[in-house]
């Protein structure tokens, strides 16, 4: 080659060599989009190249591009089928890109070469710069085209459903805590690049598809792509297995009205048993174990396995399997140097980003598919005032912020955990008896589920008692209201994210819960040897379930928070010295709220202080 | 320059499924015709299980999204007809006006023909006939599943055609403009509402007039 003309047609022939891989990995490899993605200028006029903007190609082509040291070499590039059973690796796919110079005796025969004109007519345009320059532009037009055809050809062979399987399980396993499942693949893919291709056996090449690209000619020779694939992947049995399938809630409790009594809480919790259907029930936060998979009965929990006790071994077992996968990262065959990058892929296993596996770029959109997915798992729900059930005693929950504040009726119910914190005469007798009932109901259900359950409804009752600073300060004591907004969107996130019984991660309510818990532990236990029927306590269940779910969220009022005077006092109005307390709304965890009543604790003693009223003593520490 | 033309392989389909079937396979030929700089978008298909790759040109997918509605409206009044829609890509040539010509003259370098012909859907969960014993009425009862695995592979078919076409043909296509954005003209053209077959045939006389040349048919 001579020349500029030489140079340009050089320079697209590598850069082709590089799209072209670019492409290949790109569609196949789930892995390799988790490494590092070279990223700079010089990948962004890359990616421009032949006008198929992919994004920052990922930080191993570079050094793909290093070994490529002549556009003379073939490039093969192999896509291989790693199964994790047998540990053995097939040929899925083998694309081959190789320039043959005009010299080759090659170059002239292969049948779909476009019209010899071109060919002929490079004998006499050599000379003429605006000649060459056209079929350098021609050239570039025609490599464009055959990118184009071999990106959409990639999405219409077997193998892409392999990488599509794959790819999911990899985002799922990633990003545990988000609304998808945990995935498991059987397989892996691989790739492997090199200057020469192994021939395939006898019995692999009866199971192989041949297909040739058109040659696009150049001055100097002419670019061939081929590819051989398997047209028939069933014999790997390639199986991604879900932790938690999907499953349509039949029985959805959208409303209070739903979760009748009537409803039946499923009887039957296999431990070791394959997974089974819920029975129609209220109460879907009951974890079912089978084979050590989840259920996710429910609509509220998108990820489940976030919080619960049993998730992180079901999490690190799912990553554990799916980390072989980075072992078999990129190999260079062929007496080629192993690159140092080789195990970027494999270690970057981690950094799996949300984006579409062959554009990390924000531009080209996502198959719709994951995206529907991930749109469809993250549901939430408004904040619903929820009535308790009435049990024969004094229907607390729509009587307990009345008692405090009319204007706060949105108020979710007060908890048993509150009552015993505060464990105060000041508490007014429909606290108590709601304390009673509430914890009745609970420690009703506990015995008879499993242990991890029973820590999720004890949980439960944890979250429920985020809401004691209110109660406590509903109950006639000159307590400073604080922001439950944060704890209850917190909690309702949780409910989101895991089953509600599932473990909170607030650690402080459940020690102050049980440093306090003397006498609803009395309780608990008498309540736990008397065993109601099994229709109520699923139907109580599934109340109460509902109730901390859709409760509104807490919400600092000033009016609630300028209550600093009198014992008694559960109207609003009074001082207007209510100092610092002022309203907002946002997400905290209970601990944040815990906090901040103590803070208005002390704000209140304070101003109780100056004021001079007459308090019943100092406020209660938890 | 030659008009290189192009007749997919006749698809039967079911009306439901026809927006679907044209949205993989123009958008498919769309991704291989625009050779400007693209960012390229995998959809799955909605019905079968394939992707196929739109180029994210958005008026492109507008002027589809209509032309398909429109040909779905003409499919419903015109049942048991077998449908045609024509992808176009041209030149645009100015030219001197004249009483039967517009100023602006399109050199047609490309066209696809997209057949479909729109089956009733068939009996499913079958009765037997009274003729028939209840094996054959089960026998001829026709599997929904089986039907659109078939409508699948022929779909993949026909988008392994357009690759295969686009491929080979590659020497007719006019230069490459280096915008983003922008692409080559083209026509999506629907039998007309009160169309017949042969008022489909008056529009191809209009169009080889206002072109200027008679298109070469392969």
């Known amino acids: 080659m001579a020349g500029a003309e030489s140079g340009r047609t050089e320079q697209i022939i590598s850069n082709f060599f590089l799209k072209l891989l670019q492409v290949v990995l790109d569609s196949r490899v789930p892995h390799l989009l988790a490494g590092s993605r070279a990223g700079g200028d010089k990948s962004r006029k890359r990616d421009r190249w032949f006008n198929l903007a992919l994004g920052d190609p990922p930080a191993a082509l570079e050094n793909l591009g290093l070994w490529h040291r002549s556009v003379a070499d073939p490039m093969v590039v192999d896509v291989l089928l790693l199964r994790d059973a047998t540990d053995s690796e097939s040929v899925l796919e083998r694309w081959t890109v190789h320039y043959e110079p005009s010299s080759s005796s090659s170059s002239s025969s292969h049948p779909s070469t476009p019209s010899s004109p071109f060919r002929a007519a490079t004998a006499f345009s050599s000379s003429s710069a605006e000649a060459a320059a056209a079929f350098y532009k021609r050239t570039y037009k025609k490599c464009v085209v055959l990118l184009r055809s071999v990106y959409a050809v990639l999405r219409l062979l077997p193998a892409y459903k392999a990488f599509r399987m794959l790819s999911a399980a990899t985002l799922n396993n990633l990003h545990p805590h988000h609304h998808n499942q945990n995935q498991n693949c059987n397989f892996n893919l691989s790739y492997r690049v090199s200057s020469f291709a192994e021939p395939f056996t006898r019995a692999e090449e009866d199971e192989m598809k041949h297909y040739d690209f058109a040659a696009v000619e150049t001055q100097f020779g002419q670019i061939t792509v081929s590819v051989v694939y398997r047209h028939d992947l069933s014999e790997f049995n390639l199986e991604s297995s879900s932790l938690f399938p999907p499953r349509i809630i039949t029985d959805y409790v959208c409303s209070p009205a739903a979760a009748g009594p009537s409803r039946a809480f499923p009887s039957s919790l296999p431990s070791n048993e394959g997974f089974v259907q819920p029975a129609s029930s209220p109460a879907r936060g009951i974890l079912r174990f089978g084979s050590g998979h989840m259920s996710r009965p429910h609509s509220w929990t998108s990820t489940p396995m976030a919080h619960h006790p049993l998730s992180g071994s079901q999490l690190s077992a799912s990553e554990l399997h799916a980390s072989p996968m980075g072992v078999f990262g990129q190999r260079i065959v062929g007496g080629h140097q192993q690159l140092g990058s080789s195990r970027k892929g494999s270690t970057s296993f981690n950094e799996y980003p949300l984006s579409p596996p062959f554009s990390p770029s924000p531009s080209p959109s996502p198959p719709t598919h994951s995206g529907n997915l991930h749109r469809r798992l993250q549901s939430e729900t408004a904040p619903v005032t929820i009535p308790l059930p009435v049990t024969g005693s004094i229907p607390v929950y729509s009587r307990a912020p009345n008692l405090s504040d009319p204007t706060r009726s949105s108020l979710p119910p007060p908890s048993p955990r509150v009552a015993r914190a505060d464990n105060s005469s000041e508490d007014s007798p429909e606290i108590r008896s709601f304390r009673r009932v509430e914890g009745f109901k609970l420690s009703e259900i506990s015995p008879s589920l499993p242990s991890s359950l029973q820590k999720g409804i004890r949980d439960a009752r944890d979250d429920s008692g985020r809401f004691s600073g209110v109660l406590s300060s509903c109950g006639g004591s000159p307590r400073v209201g604080f922001s439950r907004s944060s704890s209850k969107l917190s909690f309702q996130d949780d409910l989101d994210d895991s089953c509600p019984f599932a473990v909170d991660d607030v650690d402080v309510p459940d020690t102050q819960r049980r440093a306090t818990d003397g006498k609803a532990a009395s309780e608990n236990q008498l309540a736990s040897s008397s065993v109601s029927s099994w229709t109520s306590q699923e139907a109580a269940v599934g109340m109460l379930v509902h109730m901390l779910k859709t409760a509104p969220p807490l919400r600092q009022d000033q009016s609630y928070s300028s209550r600093a005077a009198g014992p008694g006092h559960d109207r609003e109005g009074g001082g207007g010295s209510g100092g610092g307390a002022s309203s907002f709304y946002a997400a905290r965890r209970a601990a944040d709220a815990l906090e901040e009543l103590r803070s208005y604790k002390e704000i209140k003693d304070m101003l109780l202080s100056r004021s001079g009223s007459h308090l019943p003593g100092p406020s209660r520490e938890r | ?218």
Not at chain 2, 16 to 29: A, K, N, P, W
Not at chain 2, 67 to 95: A, C, I, M, R, T
Not at chain 2, 150 to 169: G, H, N, T, W, Y
Request: charged letters at 25%; one cysteine or more; aromatic letters at 10%.
């Open chain 2, 1 to 218: 320059m030659n008009c290189e033309v192009c007749h997919l392989k006749e698809l039967e389909v079911e009306l439901f499924q026809v927006r679907e079937v044209l949205r993989c396979i123009l958008h498919t030929i769309f991704f291989h015709r625009a050779l400007s700089l693209v960012r390229p978008k995998d959809v799955d298909s909605e019905l079968f299980d394939i992707t196929y790759v739109q180029s994210g040109d958005a008026e492109f997918e507008k002027n589809l999204e209509e032309k398909v509605d429109h040909f779905y409206s003409w499919l419903e009044k015109h049942p048991n007809k077998k449908g045609q829609v024509l992808l176009s890509f041209y030149e645009v040539k100015n030219k001197q006006a004249s009483w039967f010509t517009d100023k602006v003259e399109r050199l047609y370098w490309e066209q696809w023909y997209i057949n479909v012909n729109v089956s009733r859907p068939k009996p499913r969960g079958g009765q037997p006939t009274p003729k028939t014993s209840q094996p054959q009425g089960e026998a001829h009862r026709v599997e929904p599943g089986s039907s659109i695995a078939a409508l699948e592979s022929s779909l993949r078919e026909v988008l392994f055609q357009i690759v295969r076409f686009v491929d080979e043909k590659k020497d007719h296509i006019p230069p490459v403009p280096n915008l983003e954005g922008v692409s080559f003209p083209y026509e999506i053209t629907i039998p007309s509402r009160s169309d017949t077959s042969s008022s489909f045939g008056v529009d191809m006389i209009k169009r080889l007039l206002r072109s200027g040349h008679p298109s070469m048919l392969s």
